[in-house]
């Protein structure tokens, strides 16, 4: 009998998909790119730019990524720009993992929700195609990585009368500071600070601390102008590797600061320490969104890939940078012990802890996180980072002080 057998298609094999990943050095680590290389066999591309860089990329570019690794503030300028596109919840398998920060705004119903642009209030899409708060089967950005800002300083150059038991936002504006201080020079944040500090200091009163008035942004800058003229502030940091070098050095003694910049000052043995201020933290939510144009392969690529951040051992490598994650604790068993207790739990370390990069040693045996644990930490929350109705203005007002 003759052979009726259709003949086997040819076996294609297929490339492995590349996927373009917009970001700040947050989240766009070598370790990262390599691991889930080897989990998920993707070529992955990480163009890292800073905030502000990012952001105005993400909005007038949005053909030259496929992942937009971001804040949760800046939903405020890509979503409603058409730079992204809807993130389907029945595609996101750890959904349920992810506590009730971002979904409801804080993880206890008797915590502040914060100033500002709180997550919850940009993660779920209406039905009019508006972002809010109200429920939805999509979101705008998966919600990721977090963790509350303040400042840092070195203990040895603590001024007389200045007590570690009562840190306030006001010291970075107070006079016994007076060339020692350094601020983030990005509007954006740096002004968040600038704002905390001031009224803390009693120099400048505000209805809405994540929302500033013209007129309130006005006595702002022009009290900073006025102390910036008087010499109080050394410099102004635009990346964590100057913010570091600069208080190494003996520049600045205080100054506006994040996590690994901290990480990388302990590491080299500096007696530093990130306050707790009586007055709340400045808190940021980082989160992944999926580019408009992304589709095919590359889409479905795209979620194994953000589902496998949240899946727990890139929480690990947040958690060895102070940052936390969405889904703590699947990120728990790729934590030791003492780490857990460490970075979460708020208890002295058990050991010598690594960092970052690896080698024990960056948190010492005994050493107890600066503000506690992470309910406490996440519990006090002054302001989220956030996009003011009159950002046009606070930008053009902040590089008048900028270049005053």
């Known amino acids: 009998m003759p052979d009726t057998a259709k003949p086997s298609a040819p076996f294609v094999q297929r490339s492995p998909v590349t996927l373009r990943v917009l970001g700040t050095s947050v989240t766009l680590l070598e370790s ?29 570019a949005p053909d030259s990524f496929d992942i937009y690794d971001q804040w949760f503030h800046n939903v405020d300028f890509v979503w409603p720009a058409g730079a992204i596109q809807p993130i389907e919840l029945s595609r996101i398998h750890h959904w349920d993992a992810i506590n009730d920060l971002p979904k409801t705004g804080r993880l206890t119903p008797h915590a502040p929700l914060g100033a ?8 779920y899409i209406q039905a009019d195609g508006s972002c809010g708060a109200r429920p939805s089967e999509r979101i705008t950005m998966l919600p990721v990585s977090h963790n509350v800002d303040s400042f840092g300083y070195r203990l040895d150059m603590l001024p007389h009368g200045l007590d570690s038991e009562q840190e306030s936002w006001g ?27 001031a009224k ?7 209805e809405d601390l994540g ?12 009290c900073l102008i006025e102390l910036k003229r008087a010499q109080h502030f050394r410099t102004f940091w635009s990346n964590q590797d100057q ?37 709340g933290y400045r808190a940021w939510y980082g989160g992944m969104s999926l580019s408009r144009s992304i589709e095919g392969r590359s889409l479905d690529a795209a979620y194994e ?8 051992w890139p929480g690990a490598v947040m958690a060895r940078q102070g940052y936390y994650i969405s889904t703590p604790e699947l990120t728990r068993p790729h934590l030791s012990a003492a780490e857990w207790d460490y970075w979460y739990a708020g208890k002295p370390a058990a050991e010598e802890l690594a960092g970052p990069s690896g080698p024990c040693g960056m948190i010492h045996k005994g050493e107890v996180r600066d503000g506690g644990d992470y309910m406490t930490r996440m519990s006090r929350i002054a302001v989220w980072n956030t996009v003011m109705d009159e950002h046009n203005y ?11």
């Open 32 to 60: 990262i790119r390599q691991r889930a290389r080897e989990d998920l066999g993707l070529r992955l591309e990480f163009t890292v730019m800073d905030g502000v860089a990012a952001q105005r990329a993400g909005v007038l």
């Open 116 to 123: 500002g642009g709180n997550p919850v209030d940009r993660l």
């Open 171 to 197: 010291w970075l504006l107070d006079p016994r500071w007076r060339g020692m201080v350094s601020l983030q020079n990005d509007s954006a944040i740096g002004a968040i600070d600038a704002a905390l500090a």
């Open 200 to 206: 803390a200091a009693g120099l400048v009163q505000f």
């Open 211 to 222: 929302n500033l008035s013209v007129a309130e942004i006005d006595c702002l800058i022009d």
């Open 243 to 279: 913010a570091s070098s600069d208080m190494l050095r003996g520049r600045v003694g205080i100054e506006s600061l994040w996590s690994p910049a901290m990480t990388d000052l302990k590491q080299r043995q500096l007696k530093v320490r990130m306050a707790a201020p009586r007055e």
């Open 305 to 312: 890939y953000l589902n496998w951040w949240i899946s727990g």
């Open 394 to 404: 606070l930008v053009r007002r902040w590089n008048d002080f900028m270049s005053a």
